[in-house]
């Protein structure tokens, strides 16, 4: 018996909906209260338990709730898009990705002499780290931590519209983008374990599937195919260009090295060379009048504010006690972060994401 809580979206037309539930104790029984209303206004408030009732009886209740609001459209992502298998989020999946450390532009060139002729380049995309595991007709999403997450239902379809001239069975690491994902790596087809094989070989299995997703023309899935510099000038070029297009870096991998789960201590065999500097904060408060809010930080165990933070107009203020992602030129030594703008929020993450560690701090 625990408490549970969940916070649920609804957007279409005109409408922007939230809906939230909780199941807690009280005294020795339990009750089912929720909320809603549009976002970013008051909400109404109201109980499906007039009066304390057992555990099983307020947890009946509570699935109830929650599985009607599915049925009618509601996810739990704050987009609001309609997503698939949404009552299996949570379940321990085989995905846990590889971890990125970033790298200084001279560290890159460092990396490529000492990787030279075994340099493979992929862009940096700016989404939501996803697994994606294609098998027996069912396609299944993993967020960073390994957990099943709820796929929008265009991505699954996209996904069983390519199963045919696919596997069978096939593991990806993508990037979410949130109308369509970005595949970059093979990590399992069928029976065959491919995270200890060099990554160019793995490499090698996305060009047959790029071209079935151009055979059956599914728009919800990119490839993004490695690119091998045969010289220091290409390797600067690709950067660089990369920076003209303004993606958000640029991936340097050792086309040697195999997957290993998690984040190195140094090195790792792939490395991330970001051209804007990102931080996970937490929502502290809410601008009443302006769209802005004010962002905190974990330093051990003490959570410290780090400025206030711009929502662009084609974006929806976060809510309260959210983790999000802020984009900023620098941090000052006080902890301050400098010309932050919201980016989005980061369901997938924790507490502990949110480190002052993250913060690069500008030079005196």
């Known amino acids: 018996m625990k408490p549970e809580e969940i916070r649920l979206y609804f957007t279409q037309g005109s409408s922007d909906k939230v809906y939230q539930a909780q199941l807690h104790g009280l005294n020795n029984d339990w009750v089912v209260n929720f909320q809603y209303g549009r976002r970013g206004k008051p909400m109404t408030t109201g109980t499906k338990t007039r009066t304390p009732v057992p555990y099983d009886v307020a947890k009946k209740a509570y699935d109830k709730l929650v599985q009607t609001k599915f049925a009618k459209g509601y996810t739990p992502d704050s987009s609001g898009v309609t997503y698939s298998n949404t009552p299996a989020s949570g379940t321990k999946t085989t995905f846990l990705p590889q971890l990125l450390n970033q790298v200084t532009e001279s560290e890159a060139e460092e990396v490529y002499w000492e990787n030279k002729g075994k340099t493979m380049l992929q862009i940096k995309h700016d989404g939501e780290r996803r697994g994606v595991i294609i098998d027996h007709g069912t396609v299944i999403g993993a967020n960073r931590r390994g957990l099943e997450v709820a796929l929008p239902d265009h991505i699954v379809q996209a996904c069983l519209d390519i199963l045919t001239t696919s596997q069978y069975y096939i593991e990806l690491d ?191």
């Open 174 to 364: 993508t990037e979410d983008m949130g109308d369509h994902l970005v595949i970059f790596d093979v990590l399992k087809v069928n029976d065959t374990d491919l995270r200890n094989r060099p990554f160019i070989n793995r490499a090698g299995l996305l060009y047959p599937l790029k071209h079935s997703i151009q055979l059956n023309n599914v728009t919800a899935l990119h490839v993004d195919l490695p690119f091998t510099p045969d010289n220091l000038m290409e390797f600067r070029d690709y950067i660089e260009n990369a920076r003209g297009a303004n993606e958000e870096g640029v991936v340097i991998r050792d086309s040697s090295a195999i997957y290993i789960p998690g984040r190195p201590n140094s090195g790792g065999g792939i490395y991330k060379l970001k051209f804007i500097e990102t931080a996970t904060v937490k929502v502290a408060a809410i601008h009443p009048t302006k769209r802005s809010f004010s962002m905190t930080i974990k330093d051990g165990n003490t959570w410290h504010n780090v400025g206030n933070c711009t929502v662009p107009a084609n974006k929806k203020i976060p809510p309260l006690g959210e983790l999000v992602d802020v984009r900023y030129l620098y941090a000052y030594q006080d902890g301050a972060i400098y010309q932050p703008v919201y980016d989005r929020i980061r369901p997938d993450l924790t507490d502990a994401d949110a480190h002052r560690g993250q913060l690069k701090y500008k030079r005196t």
